[in-house]
T-cell receptor, first 113, second 118 residues
Framework: DAKTTQPPSMDCAEGRAANLPCNHS???????VYWYRQIHSQGPQYIIH???NNETNEMASLIITEDRKSSTLILPHATLRDTAVYYC??????????????FGKGTHLIIQP | DGGITQSPKYLFRKEGQNVTLSCEQN?????MYWYRQDPGQGLRLIYY???????QKGDIAEGYSVSREKKESFPLTVTSAQKNPTAFYLC?????????????????FGAGSRLTVL
């Protein structure tokens, strides 16, 4: 699976859009980009995933560059409850994909009041 | 509501004792996972199971054991052979079907169990 690089921490003002970057320059054609987040002392929560098209759901938007070497998770109107560690994961579906995901250290997003 | 239940939430153990962490899911998911998380670190995969009566070692299986006798249950035993067992343990589950995108990598996590060895 491709390796991902994320900044260790970021700040964002409450009510503003939070843009979390992720580099995955070695991504291959069959690998998806997944985003999860983990609020302190809780289990991680799935946010969104994508292959090559931009995706949006009720939680966030995912923008993937045309060459797929990087992506950005956007939280459009950040609230204090969005303070969490955000994980960017790249994973293929070979073998059904049911052998787990690899979670790195992620980005600690702090929403400032 | 469907979800994953882990128990106990907090657990204290003396050195040399085995302890079993419970994980139950009512999501009808086929695959289940155990992860370990240390302070300030990411998650590391201990064991995973894709079907009943079958499981595979993850990246850090030494000192741990699991069983999968029922689809809904995947208990983890931390044995005395685990040299540094104090950690936050997370259980997860997912669907697993072959073919095109199946949701197999969309994991649902429990709230975690925090184990402290005294």
């Amino acid at each position: 699976d491709a390796k991902t690089t994320q900044p260790p921490s970021m700040d964002c003002a409450e009510g503003r859009a939070a843009n979390l970057p992720c580099n995955h320059s070695t991504i291959s054609g069959n690998e998806y980009v997944y985003w999860y987040r983990q609020i302190h002392s809780q289990g991680p929560q799935y946010i969104i995933h994508g292959l090559k098209n931009n995706e949006t759901n009720e939680m966030a938007s995912l923008i993937i560059t045309e060459d797929r070497k990087s992506s950005t998770l956007i939280l459009p109107h950040a609230t204090l409850r969005d303070t969490a560690v955000y994980y960017c994961i790249v994973r293929s579906l070979s073998g059904g994909g049911a052998d787990g995901l690899t979670f790195g250290k992620g980005t600690h997003l702090i929403i400032q009041p | 509501d469907g979800g994953i239940t882990q128990s106990p939430k907090y657990l204290f153990r003396k050195e040399g004792q085995n302890v079993t962490l419970s994980c139950e899911q009512n999501l009808n998911h086929d695959a289940m996972y155990w992860y370990r998380q240390d302070p300030g670190q990411g998650l590391r995969l201990i064991y995973y199971s894709q079907i009943v009566n079958d499981f595979q070692k993850g990246d850090i299986a030494e000192g741990y054991s699991v069983s999968r006798e029922k689809k809904e249950s995947f208990p983890l035993t931390v044995t005395s052979a685990q040299k540094n067992p104090t950690a936050f343990y997370l259980c997860a589950s997912s669907k697993w079907t072959s073919g095109a995108f199946s949701g197999a990598n969309v994991l649902t996590f429990g709230a975690g169990s925090r184990l402290t060895v005294l």
